[in-house]
């Protein structure tokens, strides 16, 4: 099973997840507000300062892509003022991609806000797409040279349904007319962000990262698990069919019920609680295909798990998935292992092992998985035993 010349290997991160120490978001401060989180991200992996560590592993392992996140709270701690400091820290973690031979994927909105615009309001905030859009702009004109691939926001359904309908993540409301218009106020988002990025140097694709699953709707659920994918997939999907490509994460299924019945699945789960489904891998690409018509990028696929034989399991099944979807003329572009390093897993803290390296909490020392050789070994041959 070989893939496209030129196919994209990597595996990706979070800038809250693994940098440490993200002081001027809302992330931050919401972490501790006692009893939102298992535990504060702390020093997450120290990747601020190790960066280069982890980039060597990348490229030992054999991948020529890594994705990563830039952040926004040390980018622009206060309203208008751009730090030339933390973007020179991203020129040197862009350049020194790019000297182990990594193509840079950069998203620009991984989850977190600075405080300042948590405080005016966050993603309801008047000026949330003039802001968004003047920070893509300073980010795409002092880094756009270097930059490989180009994500606006990841999985802007997730922030606002974690975050506006469940309210598990920041600002922690439960309204339902607000959520919609958070996401509205995300796709107007998205498109200020291509434009600003677009405004500096470089000629790389841009797009959005979408959370997508393989939605299953029980008997009599069928209208509401279609208004649930209208809202946190399709609605995305139709607005970006003028993009370069369109990101693509996902890691299970959903079992829909009808309304006032459980969701409940009895099969097989992660650590995480989802269903073990690496068959949305497939799924998901296809849809994403069929609905948008542009290129797909799989910038996301994991499994949360302590046990390493399971992970290149689930992994193994997905990539053939991937790879069915290759065969039957799908442009899919790469595919992005979640995650590098087990990292700071939101509200769950570091109690989930999503990564292919181990990290010492106290030493910070990696340690490479069987997985990540595994992983590495398909990314070198570019072929799948």
Request: a negative charge; one cysteine or more; charged letters at 20%.
């Amino acid at each position: 099973m070989t893939f496209p010349q030129g196919f994209l290997w990597g595996t990706a991160t979070a800038a809250h997840q693994i940098e440490g120490n993200n002081t001027n978001s809302d992330w931050w401060r919401f972490e501790h507000e006692a009893g939102r989180v298992k535990e504060p991200s702390g020093d997450a992996c120290d990747s601020f300062h190790l960066y280069e560590r982890d980039l060597d592993i990348v490229a030992s392992l054999g991948l020529n892509s890594y994705r990563f996140s830039i952040e926004w709270a040390r980018i622009e701690p206060a309203e208008g003022e751009f730090s030339r400091a933390s973007l020179n820290h991203y020129r040197r973690v862009l350049e020194a991609c790019i000297a182990r031979g990594l193509v840079p994927v950069v998203t620009l909105h991984h989850f977190t806000l600075p405080q300042w615009v948590a405080d005016a309001g966050g993603f309801e905030a008047p000026k949330i797409v003039q802001w968004m859009g003047r920070y893509a702009q300073q980010v795409g004109q002092a880094l756009g040279d270097l930059i490989g691939v180009g994500c606006t926001i990841n999985e802007p359904n997730i922030v606002a349904v974690m975050g506006y309908r469940y309210g598990v993540f920041p600002p922690a409301v439960s309204a339902p007319v607000r959520y919609v218009a958070v996401h509205e106020a995300m796709r107007a988002s998205h498109n200020a962000m291509v434009d600003g990025l677009k405004s500096g140097p470089g000629n790389y694709p841009v797009g959005l990262t979408l959370s997508m699953s393989e939605y299953v709707a029980l008997e009599g659920a069928e209208d509401r698990m279609h208004k649930i994918r209208l809202e946190m997939e399709d609605k995305y999907l139709e607005g970006v069919r003028g993009n370069d490509f369109i990101g693509v994460q996902c890691y299970s299924k959903s079992i829909i019920a009808p309304p006032g019945m459980p969701d409940n699945y009895d099969g097989d789960v992660t650590d995480m609680g989802y269903p073990y489904w690496p068959q949305c891998v497939e799924h998901t690409i296809r849809r994403a295909a069929d609905v948008t018509g542009i290129p797909v990028i799989m910038t996301e696929n994991g499994i949360a798990t302590t046990d390493d034989t399971r992970r290149i399991a689930y992994l193994d099944a997905a990539l053939r998935g991937l790879h069915n979807c290759l065969r039957d003329g799908v442009d899919v572009r790469g595919y992005y292992q979640w995650s590098l390093l087990d990292n700071f897993e939101w509200v769950l803290g570091y109690s989930m092992r999503f990564g292919i390296v181990d990290v010492d909490r106290e030493t910070f020392e990696r340690t490479p998985k069987p997985s990540a050789h595994w992983f590495g070994s398909i990314a070198k041959n570019n072929a799948l035993n």
